[in-house]
């Protein structure tokens, strides 16, 4: 409260050592991504608990690359590593994600072939938490620009629905971009 009272405190359990991020919910409840073993997204799990704690749903790492093979989805079929640093819930119900995935390319600039690259996938799950579309980094630019910590090739930090002309906005650090 404004005196700096606890009103409400969740207690996840050993789900991950990272919240990043915890938002609030239109229906009062709040969505929280764990990750554990760095930024990537490893181990990372998507909880929606209400204000009791009990958990609404959650979706982990392993069953959102489960539900990536099941989607019909154009470019749907990738394996990722996991979530990270934020999402957004849409108007329409439907949860947008920023995901790590890894690929091994060969001849990158300035690095030894293969090198293993982490990029980020932007996906956007339906109300029944099943991927509908993706955007991946590796589909648009190009992976010769690595201004800052490569491997970490784009490591987006935040996304932003913009409601009047219905787009995302993402911040990637490692490119120093907001596209």
Known sequence: DLSGAVIWAYDPGAVG???????????GHFLINFTSGGDDGANSLIREVDLAGQVIWELSAAGLNSALA??????????V???HHDFIALPNGHVILIVSQAKSLSGVVGFPDPSRVVGDVIIDLDENHKPVWLWSTFDHLDVN??????PDWTHSNAIVYSPDDKSLILSMRHQNWLI
């Open 17 to 27: 050592e990272i919240t990043n991020p915890i938002k609030l919910l239109p229906n």
């Open 70 to 79: 099941a989607a019909k989805c154009a470019g749907c079929n990738i394996t």
């Open 145 to 150: 620009r690595h201004p800052m910590s490569f």
């Open 81 to 83: 590593i996991g979530s």
